[in-house]
Structure formats: C-alpha cells, structure tokens
T-cell receptor
Framework: EAQVTQNPRYLITVTGKKLTVTCSQN?????MSWYRQDPGLGLRQIYY???????DKGDVPEGYKVSRKEKRNFPLILESPSPNQTSLYFC?????????????FGPGTRLLVL | QKEVEQDPGPLSVPEGAIVSLNCTYS??????FMWYRQYSRKGPELLMY????GNKEDGRFTAQVDKSSKYISLFIRDSQPSDSATYLC???????????FGAGTRLFVKA
C-alpha cells in the first residue's frame, strides 16, 4: 500500500528540548515536503526536498532543520523548540512531474511545546 | 496581503446543491493549481490538479483557473454529506516546489 508515515503522531515536549519527527514514504517519490497547519492560516510549507541531498526553504523555515540522506526519509528537526512551534505537522511526498501532481500527505503529527 | 486568499466559511448547503469554492491569488508566476480535501483529523488528499488556465472535470468535481483574473474555482455538483470537509486551494510556480496554500473553506452538506 502506497503511504507516507510519520512518527510520533502526538508529542508533548518542553521548550528547548531537541526533537525529531520522522517521515518515510514507500512510493520512490523524489519530492518531499514538510508543512505546518494552524487555525486560520491553512498549510504553510516549512521545507521541501527535490531529491537526496537537495533541500530548500518554504514559507516558514525559521526554527526548523531537515535532511534528505535517503530518498524515502525526510526527518524534521526542531533543535530548540518554542511554544510558537505548537502546531499540526504534515509530511508529504510527490512524483512531481510537470504534467501531473500527485502529492500524498502523511497522517499528521500533533506537537505541543510547553 | 496574503499571496492566496480563501474564504474560511463555514459554508452550509443542502444535499444535492451545487457548491462553488474560490480562491484569489496575487502572484502571476503561479502555474500549477490544486484543490485538496481534508477530513477532520486526517491529512489533505489531492482532489484536482490543473496546469495553467482552463477547466478540468472529474466526476462531480470541476476545477477552473482564470489566470487573467487570478481566480480559481472548484465546483461540486450533486453535493453529498460525505463531501463535508475542509477544501484547500494550493498553487506553485515552475522551477521549484514551493507551494502556497489557502486557509481552507469548511463545507457542511446537510442531508
């Protein structure tokens, strides 16, 4: 079954304690992205990756890091989380060819930073 | 001003109605236009995708893009209670994968 998986699904942490949210896809997609979703603001792209070792900033990259060492994995790292990073996070992957858009989203990770 | 504007609703319609959802945008470089559906506590799922201007139809769903007006629409015919969800428009330019989403419109279809 084609899918994007994220772990953990729920996380409560404290300010300043480094954390990593993992994302993995089994569709051999080149493109992967991280988004955060906040009430009234919709989805905002944090970072995206067009291939292994190729990443670029989205709309709201401050306070986040990513890496793409393998095609299937795209972890999101919060080096020093702050309360304003409390949000619902989605990972997505896509074939991303010019003539077809097939972006699949993971189930989401709900993060609370105290 | 946001790059993509979308009325958050909520929009409530009776079953069988035609639903019209819209977004406006300001960046003329956008070439790819998408509509996603998101059920409560789920990730968004791609519903429709259009490149550049024109219409695209898929079953009860029709997507329209008017680049001259910087306006995109999603029409749902014969709406069903199962269509109740949040609908997000999204768009991006060429040469990259930076994607901008609207805030989403919450739709309720009453049986």
């Amino acid at each position: 079954e084609a899918q994007v998986t994220q772990n953990p699904r729920y996380l409560i942490t404290v300010t300043g304690k480094k954390l990593t949210v993992t994302c993995s896809q089994n569709m051999n997609h080149e493109y992967m992205s991280w988004y955060r979703q906040d009430p009234g603001l919709g989805l905002r792209q944090i970072y995206y990756s067009m291939n292994v070792e190729v990443t670029d900033k989205g709309d709201v990259p401050e306070g986040y890091k990513v890496s793409r060492k393998e095609k299937r994995n795209f972890p999101l790292i919060l080096e020093s989380p702050s309360p304003n990073q409390t949000s619902l996070y989605f990972c997505a992957s896509s074939r991303g060819t010019d003539d077809q858009e097939t972006q699949y989203f993971g189930p989401g990770t709900r993060l609370l930073v105290l | 001003q946001k790059e993509v504007e979308q009325d958050p609703g909520p929009l409530s319609v009776p079953e069988g109605a035609i639903v019209s959802l819209n977004c406006t945008y300001s960046n003329s470089a956008f070439q790819y236009f998408m509509w996603y559906r998101q059920y409560s506590r789920k990730g968004p799922e791609l519903l429709m995708y259009t490149y550049s201007s024109g219409n695209k139809e898929d079953g009860r769903f029709t997507a329209q893009v008017d680049k001259s007006s910087k306006y995109i629409s999603l029409f749902i015919r014969d709406s069903q209670p199962s269509d109740s969800a949040t609908y997000l428009c999204a768009m991006r330019g060429t040469g990259g994968f930076k994607t901008i989403f609207g805030a989403g419109t919450r739709l309720f279809v009453k049986a």
